[in-house]
């Protein structure tokens, strides 16, 4: 089974649209889970998750804890071996879970398989093809769960770039293998967490030092 699991904070305008296209995957419905985990939004994403209770697994968190906790939050709650992130400002194309639980199954060898993604605008216009390997994001990468806790989960320290923390533990023991097809969308906004400035040197500073 894949677990995808959606991490919101304050994003009600975006998160409906990244639930249905979970909903919509040809994947058949029993091999994978929906699980939104909802950062102790502000905004009305509580009162729109709740039109999905019946078909989503939905954790409306009390308190803030940031991307990183709210992400393990959801691992840890996870059913499948599988693990999947989706933000809440994107959404994936409808074959993403079929194309990627079955490279992993079909190929043991393999720890992690992410695709290529487009940036899309907010009225989702595709604006560039974009390789993944190349450019890596945290979203769209299908991880096997217990490697997953072998390495840590993510390190709720980190406020921002903690994709970039996972990921350089990860390659210390594991790889990634990137499909050429982008079946993942990265929205492009006004809010993007990579905006804030200084979340991200600060965030960059705690790297540094952790890795140096």
């Avoid at 840590?152 to 097809?181: C, M, P, Q, V």
Wanted: glycine share 4%.
């Amino acid at each position: 089974m894949v677990s995808l699991i959606i991490t919101t904070y304050n994003y009600a305008q975006f998160v409906e649209r990244a639930i249905r296209s979970g909903l919509d995957q040809s994947l058949s419905r029993d091999q994978y889970e929906i699980i939104v985990v909802n950062d102790a939004s502000t905004d009305l994403t509580e009162q729109v998750l709740a039109n999905y209770e019946e078909e989503v697994r939905i954790f409306n968190l009390t308190e803030n804890v940031g991307l990183a906790a709210a992400r393990n939050f959801g691992i840890r709650k996870a059913r499948g071996q599988f693990i999947v992130f989706l933000d809440a400002d994107d959404y994936i194309h409808r074959d993403l879970l079929r194309v990627e639980k079955l490279f992993l199954e079909e190929n043991n060898t393999l720890d992690a398989v992410s695709t290529d993604y487009y940036l899309v605008d907010e009225r989702g216009k595709h604006l560039q093809h974009v390789n993944a390997e190349q450019e890596p994001i945290a979203c769209g990468v299908m991880f096997r769960k217990d490697f997953l806790f072998n390495i840590g989960l993510y390190d709720e320290k980190f406020r921002a770039r903690e994709e970039e923390d996972l990921r350089i533990r990860w390659t210390h023991k594991y790889s990634i293998y990137n499909i050429i097809l982008p079946l993942y969308r990265y929205r492009m906004h006004d809010l993007n967490l990579t905006k804030d400035q200084l979340a991200m040197d600060q965030g960059a500073e705690r790297l540094k030092n952790k890795h140096k």
